[in-house]
C-alpha cells in the first residue's frame, strides 16, 4: 500500500490540516501535544471506521470547533494498482462515508465502504490496527515485564486473541448442557416390578372376560327378560282395567236410561208450548202494530209542538231586527230614491249618496292642491313672473290672495265630504247586514210553516189501553223465550244420549278386547318368575364383565404408564450417557483452545517464524546481539562473547532496536504484500546519547525501505533525526 496524503477537518487538535505522504522512509516530527499521533489515527479511522481512541467517535470532534462546524477525515491511497480516496464524517452525523476509486463507481456507506477498503488492500482489520499501524502503547509490549502481558501482545499479534472468546463461548455452552435426573436403581427395580405385576393381572383379567359371553349378549338376553315381565305386567293391567270398564259399563247404561226419560218429558212440554204460542200470535201481531202507530201519534205531536214554538220565536227575532240609524242629510245632500225628508232604507240609494260626497270631496281635494301650489309658488322670493303663463308677480297679487284667503274654507270642506262619505259608506254595510238577519229568519219560518202543514192529518188515534197492548207483547214473548230454552236443554240431553250410546257402544267393544287379551294370572306368573331369574343370572354375568372391563381398563392405563415411565428412565439414562459424552467434547475443545494450549503453541511457532527475520534485521542493523525466542514467550539476547539474558534486560537503545526489528519482521511476515507499516514515537524513551546512536538504525531503514519499495512512517519529536529522512512532515502545536 501506497499513502499519498491525508486531510484533517477539525479532527482532535487540528482545525484544518492536509499533507502529502512521500515514498521511502517519512517523519512526521513535532512536540509533545501538537496531535502527531492523530494523524496515524486519523489513517487507521479512514482505513477501518473504527475509533483510534478511548472514548466515543464523536470524543475526535475538535472542542473549539464551531456548532456545527464539519469535523471529517480524507485519506488517498493506492495498492496492486488501484487508487482510491475514502472521506469519512464525524459531523453531520447523516453524511455518509465516500469511497471513489479510480476507473469504478464511488460507494457510499459504512457498509459498503469498510469490506471493499479491506479487500483492496487484502488484509483484515485487526492487522491494520496491530502489525501495520503500531500505537505507541502497543510497541514494546512484547518486552513487558509480565508473562501475562507479554502473552496478550502476541495473542493479539498473531491472531490468536480471539480463542479466549472462544474459551468462555465453550465455558457458556458446558454450563447449558443439563443435568440429566434418572431414577436410582431401586426406583427403576421398582418400575419393572409393578409393570410385570399389572401385566400379569392385565392378562388374568383379559382371560376370564374372553371366557364370558359377550356384553352385547347378556344385555339382550336381559333385555328379552324384562319385555316378558312387562308384558305379564301389561295384561295384569288390562285386567284391572276390565273391572274398571265393567263398572263404568253399568253406570253409563243407568245414566243413558234415565236421559231417555228426560228427553221424552221434554219433547213433550216443548209440544205444548208450541200449541200455546200458535194461540197467542194474531193477539202479539195486533199489540205490537197498535203500539208502533201509538209512537208515531206521539212523535208527529211532539214535532208540532216543537216547531210550533220555534215559529213565535223567529217571528218575534225577525220583528226585533234593528234598523241602523240614517247619516242627517246636510246642505245639497238629497236622497235621489225617495222623496225628500222620508228616511232612506235602501241600500242602493245609502250608496249613491256615499259616492255623490265622494265625488265632491275629491273636486273639492283638486282646488286645494291648486289654490296651495299658487299661494308657494308666489310666496318665494325673487319669482318676477308665472312660470306657466309668464304673467307678472305684481298682476296676480290679488289672485294669490284671494286663494290664500280661501284656501283655509277648502280644507275644512274637504275634512267634511270625506267624513260625511265614509258615515253613508257604512250606512249602506249595515242596512245590508240588516236586510241579510231579516231574509234569513223569513226563510226559517216559511220552513216551519211548511213542515207543519206537511204534518196536518198524519196522526191516528190508537184504540185499547196501553198496559194491555204491552202485557199482550210480553206473554207471548215469554212463551216464546221459554219455548227455545227448552229445545236447548232437549238438544243438550239428546246429545248426551247420543254421547252415552257412543260410550256404551265403545266400553263394550274395549271390554271384549281386553278380555280376549288378559290370559290366565297363573300363566303369568309362572312367566314371570322365569324372567326373574334370567335377569339374576344374566345381569351377574353382565356386571361382573363390565368391572373386568374397568379392570382391564384401569390396569391398561397403569401398564401404559409404567411403560412410559420405563421408557422415559431409559431415555434418562440414555440422555445422561449423550449428555457426558457431549460435556468430554466441549471440555477437550475448551481445553485445547486454552491459552496454555493451542494459543501459546501457536504463538510460540509464530515466534519462531519471526525469529531468523529478526535476527536478519538485527544483522542489518549492526546490533551486537541476535535473539531466541523461548518456551515463556519472551526473547533470549545472544552476545558473541557467549553472554545470553532475556531481552527485557537490554539497554534502552538495544530494545528501541529490537523492537524495530521485531515489527518490520512481524509486518513483513504477516503483510508482506502490503509494503507498508507506521510507527508512533519508537524513539520516546532515548536519551541524547541514545539518539545520535540511532543514526546508523534509521540509514538502515531507509536503505531497506528504497531496496523494497517499502513505505514506512515514524512520529518523533526530536527535530536532530529529520535530515536521516526521504520526507518529513511538520506538525506544529498551532495546528
Request: proline share 4%.
Amino acid at each position: 500500500m501506497r499513502a499519498h496524503s491525508l486531510e484533517l477537518t477539525n479532527f482532535c487538535q487540528h482545525e484544518h490540516f492536509e499533507t502529502t505522504l512521500a515514498p521511502g522512509l517519512t517523519a512526521i516530527i513535532g512536540p509533545n501535544g501538537s496531535g502527531k499521533s492523530n494523524l496515524l489515527g486519523g489513517i487507521l479511522f479512514a482505513l477501518t471506521g473504527e475509533n483510534p481512541n478511548a472514548g466515543n467517535k464523536e470524543d475526535n470532534i475538535r472542542q473549539t470547533a464551531a456548532s456545527g462546524a464539519c469535523s471529517s477525515v480524507a485519506f488517498s491511497f493506492s495498492h496492486a494498482g488501484t487508487s482510491a480516496r475514502v472521506v469519512r464524517h464525524l459531523r453531520p452525523a447523516a453524511t455518509k462515508t465516500v469511497l471513489e476509486i479510480a476507473g469504478a463507481p464511488t460507494v457510499s456507506g459504512d457498509r459498503q465502504v469498510n469490506p471493499l477498503i479491506l479487500e483492496i488492500l487484502g488484509v483484515d482489520a485487526e492487522l491494520l490496527k496491530n502489525i501495520v499501524i503500531v500505537q505507541q502503547s502497543e510497541l514494546f509490549g512484547f518486552l513487558a515485564k509480565t508473562p501475562a502481558r507479554r502473552a496478550e501482545t502476541f495473542r493479539k499479534l498473531f491472531g490468536v486473541a480471539r480463542a479466549a472468546e472462544v474459551y468462555d463461548f465453550l465455558g457458556e455452552r458446558l454450563r447449558e448442557i443439563p443435568d440429566i435426573v434418572c431414577p436410582t436403581p431401586e426406583e427403576y427395580q421398582e418400575i419393572r416390578t409393578d409393570l410385570a405385576r399389572d401385566e400379569a393381572t392385565l392378562v388374568a383379567a383379559e382371560q376370564r372376560l374372553s371366557a364370558l359371553p359377550r356384553e352385547i349378549e347378556l344385555e339382550a338376553e336381559v333385555f328379552a327378560a324384562q319385555q316378558r315381565i312387562a308384558e305379564c305386567d301389561t295384561r295384569d293391567s288390562m285386567r284391572r282395567n276390565a273391572v274398571q270398564l265393567l263398572q263404568q259399563l253399568e253406570s253409563a247404561r243407568a245414566e243413558y236410561a234415565a236421559a231417555l226419560r228426560d228427553e221424552a218429558v221434554m219433547a213433550d212440554n216443548a209440544a205444548v208450548l208450541e200449541r200455546e204460542i200458535a194461540s197467542c200470535r194474531p193477539k202479539a201481531d195486533a199489540a205490537r202494530d197498535a203500539l208502533a202507530r201509538l209512537d208515531v201519534y206521539r212523535g208527529i205531536r211532539v214535532r208540532e209542538e216543537e216547531l210550533r214554538s220555534r215559529e213565535v220565536a223567529i217571528a218575534a227575532a225577525l220583528s226585533a231586527v234593528p234598523q241602523p240609524q240614517q247619516p242627517p242629510l246636510v246642505g245639497d245632500e238629497i236622497n235621489y230614491n225617495e222623496s225628500a225628508g222620508v228616511p232612506c232604507r235602501q241600500p242602493e240609494a245609502a250608496r249613491g249618496t256615499a259616492q255623490k260626497l265622494s265625488a265632491l270631496a275629491a273636486t273639492t281635494e283638486a282646488a286645494v292642491k291648486t289654490a296651495t301650489q299658487l299661494v308657494n309658488t308666489f310666496e318665494r322670493d325673487g319669482v318676477a313672473a308665472c312660470p306657466l303663463c309668464t304673467t307678472p308677480t305684481e298682476s296676480l297679487q290679488d289672485v294669490v290672495a284671494a286663494a290664500k284667503a280661501e284656501l283655509p274654507q277648502l280644507q275644512e270642506s274637504l275634512r267634511a265630504y270625506e267624513s260625511r262619505a265614509r258615515a253613508w259608506f257604512e250606512y249602506e254595510q249595515a242596512l245590508q247586514r240588516a236586510a241579510e238577519t231579516s231574509r234569513a229568519h223569513e226563510s226559517a219560518l216559511a220552513s216551519i210553516r211548511a213542515e207543519l202543514a206537511s204534518l196536518a192529518g198524519l196522526a191516528e188515534e190508537v184504540s185499547g189501553s196501553e198496559d194491555d197492548l204491552r202485557g199482550a207483547v210480553r206473554t207471548y214473548t215469554y212463551l216464546v223465550d221459554g219455548l227455545a230454552a227448552l229445545k236447548n236443554q232437549l238438544r243438550e240431553v239428546s246429545g248426551r244420549v247420543v254421547g252415552l250410546r257412543e260410550k256404551i257402544s265403545a266400553t263394550e267393544s274395549t271390554l271384549a278386547e281386553l278380555t280376549t287379551n288378559a290370559r290366565d294370572g297363573d300363566a303369568d306368573a309362572a312367566t314371570r318368575a322365569e324372567a326373574a331369574g334370567t335377569i339374576a343370572r344374566a345381569g351377574g354375568l353382565l356386571s361382573e364383565a363390565r368391572e373386568l372391563a374397568r379392570t382391564v381398563s384401569a390396569f391398561q392405563a397403569r401398564v401404559r404408564v409404567l411403560a412410559a415411565a420405563l421408557e422415559t428412565a431409559d431415555a434418562a439414562f440414555a440422555a445422561r450417557r449423550s449428555n457426558a459424552i457431549k460435556r468430554q467434547r466441549v471440555a477437550d475443545m475448551r481445553d485445547l483452545v486454552h491459552f496454555q494450549a493451542a494459543p501459546r503453541f501457536a504463538v510460540q511457532c509464530g515466534l519462531q517464524r519471526i525469529q531468523p527475520v529478526m535476527n536478519g534485521m538485527l544483522d542489518m542493523f549492526d546490533a551486537e546481539f541476535r535473539v531466541t525466542a523461548d518456551e515463556g514467550l519472551s526473547f533470549m539476547a545472544d552476545f558473541p562473547d557467549g553472554r545470553r539474558q532475556p531481552a527485557g534486560r537490554l539497554s534502552a537503545g538495544q530494545k528501541v532496536v529490537l523492537a524495530i526489528s521485531f515489527r518490520l519482521a512481524l509486518n513483513l511476515t504477516a503483510a508482506e504484500d502490503l509494503g507498508f507499516m507506521a510507527m508512533d514515537e519508537p524513539t520516546a524513551y532515548l536519551d541524547e546519547r541514545h539518539i545520535a546512536g540511532f543514526t546508523p538504525v534509521l540509514a538502515r531503514m531507509r536503505e531497506f525501505a528504497d531496496s523494497h519499495g517499502f513505505q514506512c512512517i515514524l512520529i518523533t519529536h526530536e527535530q536532530t533525526l529529520a535530515p536521516l529522512f526521504d520526507s518529513v512532515v511538520a506538525v506544529h502545536t498551532a495546528d
